[in-house]
């Protein structure tokens, strides 16, 4: 959201809330695991070596350990999990589409949200006081159909049905994984319902670092950032099924994978996250962050990736994102900025940014947010330009901290 830890931060308020109320680290009322029905939604290269951008810091004991300047991103332990943080996650969406042309948007997420540092006792010694909570969330949109399926599962994962590991299997809860496939491929399987994923991705350019000195910031002062990469543009290819039609679909993929213990930063109500593929052979990721009193965090920032696979980090001052269309959610008159004008006045970029369909909101209460695919047309330095991504849109159907439902994620609605 891209992305950065702070979707998870949002997300696991509510859960914690859940586990203090059941009373005991780990403990979620109702049950081992919780899967949610599925929402459906109706709209009228390789590169295996060490990446060197400095050197680690450790916390003290007993703390979590704090994104600091100077990590190296080091392939493929860096695709594993990393429990001395105490958020994580592994978040792939792409554009798909069948052979006769037909376009699918879809989105598969597994969250890891620390409980306790490493090294900190339980408190007992019942298997259910965990460590970490593991959830996630998958969506298919269907643009044709005007269709837009989403589901959450939530998990301990006490007897192993969900987890993380350093490869191959990265993550998994019940049925849904994502597989580290040699070096620089993927394996996702999603199944709910309504819809299924079934998807095979093969990098096609080499990882990319954002930020600068091995951390991505995302507000001032020490901590208020995450380590952060991206599998820019992968290649992809599979089955998607919705409502029992099964379809194999070819197209590419971005994956992010993003870890780090601190939180929203003061005064900061939601985020604009944007990934761009484009046809000259380019990727671009740009965020806002936005403030309670309407402004940009300064800290907002982006990456430029070339057809080469080299990266510019871009401050906020490279580049210029202005709302063009709204759409107004029928649940929660959340009111999200679905197209977008952007510019990157340095390199004689300009886009204009729409979606296929408007409704691709994921509204798990109480957590809602927008996250779809989109497209995008322009010029760079004259010549036309087009591409296609996702956009992440939070804060729009209220507050990300001080969430006060307990059990989030326990269930969820259809839409028609």
Known sequence: MGRTTLLIWWLSAALCLAQEAAGGAGAVAGGE????????????????????????????????????????????RDHGPHPEFKTEWWYTTGNLATADGQRFGYQLTLFRQGLRPPGVPA?????????????????????KRGRFYFS???????????????????GWVEDWSVELVGADGLRLRGRSEEASLDLELELSKPWVAHGRDGISPKAEGDGHASHYYSGTRMRTRGVVRV?????????????????????????????????LQLSDGSELMLYQMRRADGSVDPGSNGTLVAPDGSSRFLKLEAFDMQPRRYWTSPRNGARYPVGWKVRLPEWDLELEVSTPLENQELAIPPVSYWEGMVEARGRRAGKPLEGRGYLELTGYAGALVGLSEPGAGAKSERVR
């Open 33 to 76: 695991s919780r899967s949610t029905s599925t929402s459906r939604s109706k709209s009228t290269s390789k590169s295996t070596s060490t990446t060197e951008v400095g050197g680690g810091q450790a916390q003290p004991g007993g703390e979590w350990k704090q994104a600091l300047p100077g990590w190296v991103y080091e392939f493929p």
């Open 152 to 170: 959450q599962k939530l998990s301990r994962g006490a007897f192993g049905e969900a987890g993380f590991s350093a490869g191959p299997r990265l």
């Open 243 to 275: 409502e029992g039609r099964e379809e194999a679909v070819e197209g590419e993929s971005w994956f992010d994978h993003e870890w780090a213990s601190n939180q929203l930063a003061p005064g900061q109500v939601g985020w604009n996250w944007l990934s």
């Open 123 to 143: 408190g007992g010694r019942s298997r259910f006081l965990v460590d970490a909570f593991v959830f996630g969330h998958m969506a298919v949109s269907d643009p």
